[in-house]
């Protein structure tokens, strides 16, 4: 069976020498080299890593919408989780974007300084893959998805080697990269396989910097002083007016490399997503406590502490990359701020405008973040039409034509 989703990475002649990085190309023998970035990219991309032969990672990291699920439910909106590998399955969580997972640091308990914040330096639990940290690396998260029943439902790694097996140019690209005994043994083949779309995720690629903001910061670009855009940017690195940089700053001003999450953890207050619960099946009364359900912190003496936290997201693409949170419950930029700032004292926000009522209760409703959330004054509706434009300006170029209409209004 031969590879055919990713043609330039794969149909290549019979002789693959691995070369290490880079580009494909030739050796002084003539032969076609593949790198483990290409071996990456067509693993990405292959339906047969999935029981019913339907869903690869491509499916709900698509890579036309910058890296998250595009599929809609009835009622015409992104779904806020996806379908799995049987049509049925439906997760309990958002699709995060995969660009940029090549800057979320490896799951530790650390200490960072914070930037544009009255607030002190943050220690805790920074970064790891998944909304909770539970995947120290890239690798390790490229290597669950195959294997859960909700999405690729593949029952063990055996069957997963299996499927890389029935692919000639995947046994010729393994053996070449990890050696002629790779597949002697099912844990370093499986090793190999994630190893392999780590590469692709750590890949330039992945990670583009093409937005207006990288512009601005390169000189390519000004935001327009009298444009809705630029009040947005003075709004959103104040330290007197807002909280966005205190978890949405990863660098000082003027950096580049700026990924807008300093990948800490938080509970702030999310809602459950009622109609993805019943969507999904979850059993009455389920509470998605986030980060202290997961085996890194199982050592903890009490991790009541934890419960309800997740991994602060990048805003890199939130522009095109609606629903919101790490349940998908809000499904508008506008909503999110608003959200943010119902938490300040004097703010007016009471109701959720999606609903027209009073924002429902925090799904977990100890540990929420109030030292950071009640920091900055309560926002104006131009401030948050502001903030709304500002973020688009974070879209990376091959997405800008995702942005919705009132883009247009922005001054980009």
Known sequence: MKLSVRPLALLLPATLIACGGGSGGSDDSGSVSITEIQLGDALFHDTNLSLERTQACSTCHDPDHAFTDPSTNGNGNVRSASIGDDGVSLGDRN?????YSASIPEFTYGTHQRFNSPQGDYTGYIGGQFWDGRAATLEDQAGGPPLNPIEMNLPDKATVVARLRENTDYED???????????DDVDEAYSAMTQAIAAFERSPDMSPFTSKYDKFIRGDYEYSPVSKAALGKARFFSQ??????????????????????NYEFHNIGVPVNTRLRTANGSDEGFTDTGLAAIDAVSDEPDTSELEGKFRVPTLRNVGVTAPYMHNGV???L???????????VSST???????GIAWAAPEVGENISFTELRQGNALSDNDIEGLVCFLYSLTDEQYEHLLPADAEECGL
Do not use: K, M, W
């Open 95 to 99: 699709t995060p974007t995969a660009l």
């Open 240 to 261: 007197q007016f807002t909280n966005c940089a205190t978890c949405h700053q990863l660098r000082p001003n003027g950096n580049e490399g700026e990924t807008f999450s």
């Open 173 to 183: 690209a393994f053996t070449e990269l990890y050696g002629t005994n790779i597949f």
């Open 334 to 344: 506008d909503t999110v701020i608003r959200f943010y700032d119902r938490h300040l």
């Open 330 to 332: 809000f499904q508008s």
């Open 349 to 355: 926000n009471g109701i959720n405008p999606e609903t």
